[in-house]
């Protein structure tokens, strides 16, 4: 079910909103600060800058069920690139590096 997803999308039709559930539990300051950030940068660049006209394309079909199968079929084809891009002068200059390398695996014996 959608619920279970990273990012909840259903609660966009009944509260206009996104939910991120993609965050594990942690104490590493780090990750947690990082996650902040990105999550922020996408909110702030998709929901009200310059990337909210490129996702208002996805709801604006003849019905949800295409608009859902246009941004699943864009999901699939976008690229780390691309996102980092975008969001590239919301984040920390390290952010991307550090999600590339997963540098809270580094010396964690669980991951």
């Known amino acids: 079910p959608m619920r279970q997803w ?24 780090e990750r947690v600060l990082r996650w902040v950030q990105f999550v922020v940068a996408f909110v702030d660049h998709f929901g009200a800058g310059a990337g909210k006209a490129e996702v208002r394309r996805f ?31 919301l984040l920390d200059p390290e952010t991307e590096r550090y999600y590339r390398e997963r540098r809270w695996e580094a010396g964690a014996p669980a991951c």
Not at 11 to 26: C, D, P, Q, V
């Open 6 to 29: 990273q990012v909840n999308l259903m609660s966009l039709g009944r509260h206009g909103t996104l939910e991120f559930r993609a965050h594990s539990a942690t104490h590493n300051t």
């Open 59 to 89: 709801w604006d079909g003849e019905s949800a069920d295409q608009d859902y199968a246009e941004l699943r079929e864009a999901q699939r084809q976008a690229t780390p690139e691309e996102l980092f891009g975008a969001l590239g002068p």
